[in-house]
Nanobody
Framework: QVQLVESGGGLVQPGGSLRLSCAASGIIFNIYTMGWYRQAPGKQRELVATITSTGTTNYADSVKGRFTISRDNTKNTVYLQMHSLKPEDTAVYYC?????????WGQGTQVTVSS
């Protein structure tokens, strides 16, 4: 059974930082592309960042220079380090694993940026 469990969300002030984690089980983690997506109220789910099995990263323009995705294959975990957070970053953040047409989602973790 595949499980992706996100953690690290919460309430943070504008300009603050958070680090999200996603622990995966039930997959051969190191061959999967891992990603973070987010969905704000009333909006569609959107890509935040991805990292391939070889470490190639891709970011949405809105987070470039502020967010960093990384992975630790020894811990089957992918991270999203977020700096300089803005109110518009407020959303539920979802972890995703993808291998070809096979994909899995976590349950999501709420990130709220507000003063």
């Amino acid at each position: 059974q595949v499980q992706l469990v996100e953690s690290g969300g919460g309430l943070v002030q504008p300009g603050g930082s958070l680090r999200l984690s996603c622990a995966a089980s039930g997959i051969i983690f190191n061959i999967y592309t891992m990603g973070w997506y987010r969905q704000a109220p009333g909006k569609q789910r959107e890509l935040v960042a991805t990292i391939t099995s070889t470490g190639t990263t891709n970011y949405a323009d809105s987070v470039k220079g502020r967010f960093t995705i990384s992975r630790d294959n020894t811990k089957n975990t992918v991270y999203l380090q977020m700096h300089s957070l803005k109110p518009e970053d407020t959303a539920v953040y979802y972890c995703n694993s993808r291998l070809g047409v096979r994909g899995y989602w976590g349950q999501g973790t709420q990130v709220t940026v507000s003063s």
